[in-house]
């Protein structure tokens, strides 16, 4: 059931990048497997809606993915995702982004008082202008 999975992902994910490339005019870029099954898409979407074309087209990747990660036999089923039956989407909230919280300063600490950077820099010019005065 390990392989199956893993064939059925990889399917899927390889059929939408290729699905994808192709829309973006990179057809002839993609390897000759990946264009054999687009060109099957193209001739399933003439019978079928896009969606059963997509999934017959998965379906067929799958079991040749399945035999190709050493599957043996018959790929067992996997249940297709266009089958299954949607999500509830009654309870599903838009996210957003929560209120800035104010900063908390500690209960007891108290508010100390910031010296002007200026006044810092006059006393560490007068001290030093004192020192040299000093030494002479």
């Known amino acids: 059931m390990l ?24 057809f002839s870029a993609l390897p000759p497997e990946a ?9 399933m979407l003439a019978s079928q809606t896009e969606a059963d074309a997509s999934e017959a087209t998965i379906q067929l990747m799958y079991k040749r993915y399945y035999a190709e990660m050493g599957g043996s036999g018959t790929p067992p089923q996997i249940p297709s995702r266009a089958s299954e039956p949607p999500k509830d989407k ?9 209120p800035a919280r104010p900063k908390q300063t500690a209960p ?14 006059i006393c560490l010019a007068v001290v030093y202008v004192s020192i040299r005065m000093l030494w002479r």
Do not use: C, H
């Open 35 to 43: 264009q054999s099954f687009l060109e099957s898409y193209r001739q």
């Open 108 to 121: 007891n600490a108290t508010a100390k008082p910031r010296l002007p950077v200026a006044l810092i820099f």
């Open 90 to 98: 009654g309870n599903v909230t838009a996210f957003r982004r929560p």
């Open 3 to 26: 392989i199956a999975r893993r064939a059925d992902t990889r399917a899927r994910a390889d059929f939408a990048t290729w699905k994808m490339m192709a829309k973006l005019n990179g």
